[in-house]
């Protein structure tokens, strides 16, 4: 098997990993709290179920751009093996939290220390031959975007088998063994005298020279909308199965199976239109997906029944299979050769911005116009983000 090939197995486990790692919580925190870390209070266990989760997305956008600069310094690898074991040791610490102070803190130094995913994009795509750009981007966002739709379905089913310690347990281990697999297997070639001889700008001057290109900063303001677009309904799906359900039997369960059926389509669509990517250009299946995932919002808030909103979203996650990918294999376009990781970096800074402000915003804006209208705004956005796209990189090219 060819080198990029393998770079590509082995990092797409870790991708899928990492994402599922930092996610599986949302179905058992507020339990991990009262059952575990002794909170009584409803409205207690609320907000630092609300803090704790949006910690780990706080310190990794503000740290991202420093590894990403690190990275283009000392190789994609050494940022890779940095993130992979030192997450997977602070995954096991939250298994032993004693108090909500101990898990808050935990999940700031876990998105401290990450970076594995802007890391593994930076190396796929450097190490990946040119016509086979769009494949590989679309296969390794596949296993992130995954990961974070299956993690919360997957963290669910084992608070039900094993308890709630023992999950930190288990993904730890796994993303120590992720990262041991890719020690051995991932190779990159990366000149380091080149490197250091390359002047280093500083992070925010890499920034203000990335920023400089246009289709650039269009790229990283569409993740950031991407992100919000498709997160902040997210944190209401089980009251809206519940509402279409008309009852509470089985709610846990169809709201997972509601939320992994989008990462399933993705999973099967990502690599599939990476792959048309390569023949009729990122630019047009960037645009297509835009629109898609647009009108695909619409029958979502328009539903009658689980079911049709099933099926709804299992349609919107084969269109959200061709966003983020298109926009990686840009990204690598448009970006100078040495800032590819920094630019990765910043990419998934807006990502982590759009996590922390999309189910915020989503919950605030719920209160006026429910999530039916959520769904509405949503597909609003997606259409602009659509706008965007053709007046940057379409029409401008």
């Known amino acids: 098997m060819e080198q990029w090939k393998k770079n590509l197995i082995v990092l797409w486990c870790g991708q899928f990993l990492v994402m599922a790692g930092m996610t599986m919580i949302i179905p058992f925190l507020t339990l991990y709290l009262q059952f575990e870390l002794g909170l009584t209070d409803p409205h207690e266990i609320g907000i630092w179920a609300g803090v704790i989760f949006a910690g780990n997305f706080v310190t990794a956008f503000i740290f991202q751009p420093i590894w990403g600069k690190l990275a283009d310094r000392y190789g994609r690898k050494l940022m890779l093996l940095r993130s992979g074991f030192g997450m997977a040791v602070v995954m096991v610490l939250m298994g032993f939290a004693e108090s909500p102070w101990h898990l808050l803190l935990l999940r700031m130094l876990n998105g401290t220390i990450s970076g594995f995913n802007p890391a593994s994009i930076a190396l796929v795509s450097a190490t990946t031959p040119k016509e086979r750009m769009g494949f590989a981007m679309g296969s390794i966002q596949s296993g992130a975007i995954a990961g974070t739709i299956l993690g919360p379905f997957i963290g669910g089913l084992l608070a039900d088998a094993v308890g709630f310690r023992p999950i930190f347990y288990i993904t730890g281990s796994l993303l120590f063994m992720a990262s041991l697999l890719a020690l051995f297997v991932v190779k990159e070639s990366f000149d380091r005298s080149k490197a250091a001889a390359r002047v280093q700008a500083t992070v925010m001057e890499g920034f203000r020279q990335l920023s400089r290109i246009p289709q650039l900063l269009a790229l990283f303001g569409v993740t950031l909308l991407i992100q919000f677009a498709h997160m ?38 990502s690599p599939l239109l990476g792959r048309l990517s390569d023949r009729i250009g990122a630019q047009r299946v960037l645009m297509v997906s ?108």
């Open 232 to 269: 902040s309904p997210m944190t209401l799906i089980p009251l809206y199965v519940q509402e279409l359900q008309g009852s509470t039997e089985n709610i846990a369960f169809l709201a997972g199976f509601v939320g992994s059926v989008t990462g399933l389509s993705n999973m099967i669509a």
């Open 290 to 397: 835009l629109l898609g995932a647009a009108i695909a919002f619409i029958p979502q808030a328009m539903a009658d029944s689980v079911w049709q909103l099933i099926i709804s979203r299992f349609i919107f996650g084969m269109f959200l299979g061709g966003l983020i990918p298109a926009v990686n294999a840009l990204i690598r376009k448009y970006t100078p050769d040495g800032m590819e990781s920094r630019a990765y970096s910043f990419n998934t800074s807006t990502l982590s911005l759009g996590n922390m402000i999309g189910p915020i915003a989503g919950g605030a804006l719920s209160g006026w116009i429910g999530i039916h209208g959520l769904f509405l705004v949503s597909a609003v956005l997606m259409l602009m983000n659509g706008a965007w796209v053709w007046h940057t990189l379409i029409r401008r090219r």
